[in-house]
């Protein structure tokens, strides 16, 4: 068994595929076949089920999955610490943010490590909190911001950001800006994320507690997706500002408070506690608290620039 063998292996395995995985990684794909092969012969296990559509993981491949990412993850950190001889952070650091933060620090992020880690790689995913969770336990995220995370044995966390959300509408319809109770939150037709999704769950939870159920008039996951049918009229949001104030059209809605409690969500910085952060990791956790930090400053003036004003 070597690394290679290693490294093609999750690679296929991720990828579902050896044609994806050989022009991925530019090698040939018999080659990359011979290599997964010789591995689970050395195994004794078959760890791939080959089909016309591509590859699933045995059983026997899910648990070295996990084992083959752990030890690739491991090296990658023996590395960076030799690297750290030369007297400069490297190494690479995956790093994932969820679609109502991704438009507003993707670029920041990419330009203060590019300044202050020129000899690390970094690498962006945006996607949902439940995703990146499952990414993070699994060695295909080394830190991910994730809104309302739950108490794990399987991840670090800390929360660095609280934001307020909002009944979001479209201005043409509903022009009103004063506060809307949470009670009268459950009368109001909802675009609404899938289940498991943060705020959805925060949603329910609030209006549990005053013995109500959210009236969901649609369900559909991604934040663009879902104030283009605020605005096509099908019902209305409850999301961060932040949210439309990156969207194309800004001035197309209007946002009103939610009282009688206030909903907040939380935004955490995660880190797998099964595998020790790196200093390139802890360095690139350090800029994107300085940069939500900054953000939610930011924030705050826009949001009190935005049309909305509360009511007197």
């Known amino acids: 068994m070597d690394l290679k063998q290693l490294e093609y292996f999750v690679r296929v395995a991720e990828l579902q595929s050896f044609t994806r995985a050989s022009i991925a990684i530019d ?13 689970e012969v050395e195994l004794r296990h078959n760890l791939l089920v080959r089909n016309g ?17 752990g030890i690739l993850h491991q090296v990658e950190h023996a590395q960076e610490s030799l690297g750290r001889l030369r007297g400069a952070l490297a190494g690479r650091v995956a790093v994932g943010l969820p679609p109502s933060l991704a438009k507003r620090l993707t670029v920041p992020l990419s330009r203060a490590f590019r300044q202050r880690l020129p000899n690390a790689t970094l690498s962006i995913t945006e996607s949902l909190s439940t995703a990146m969770q499952a990414a993070l336990i699994a060695g295909r995220l080394d830190i991910a911001l994730l809104y309302n995370l739950a108490p794990s ?13 909002f009944l979001i509408s479209p201005a043409d319809v509903d022009g009103r800006r004063d506060p809307v109770p949470l009670q009268a939150l459950a009368d109001v037709p909802l675009v609404i994320p899938t289940r498991p999704n943060a705020i959805r769950s925060i949603v329910e939870m609030e209006l549990a507690n005053i013995s109500r159920r ?7 996951d991604g934040v663009s997706a879902i104030l283009d049918l605020v ?8 999301l961060p500002i932040n949210a439309i104030l990156t969207a194309s059209q800004p001035q197309a ?4 408070r939610i009282v009688g409690p206030e909903v907040r969500s939380r935004l955490a910085l995660a880190t797998s506690s099964q595998r020790p952060i790196s200093p390139t990791q802890a360095a690139v956790a350090g800029l994107i608290r300085e940069l939500v930090a900054h953000a939610s400053a930011e924030l705050s003036s826009q949001t009190t620039a935005f049309q909305y004003q509360p009511a007197e």
């Open 153 to 165: 044995n399987e991840l670090d966390s800390e929360v660095i950001l609280e934001e307020e959300l």
């Open 27 to 39: 090698v040939a794909q018999p080659a990359l076949s011979r290599q997964v092969r010789q591995l």
């Open 231 to 238: 605005l096509d009229g099908v019902g209305h949001a409850v």
């Open 253 to 256: 809605f209007v946002a009103r």
């Open 53 to 69: 559509r591509g590859v699933t993981l045995t059983e026997a491949g899910e648990l070295f999955l996990e084992h083959a990412r």
């Open 214 to 220: 959210p009236l969901v008039a649609m369900e559909i």
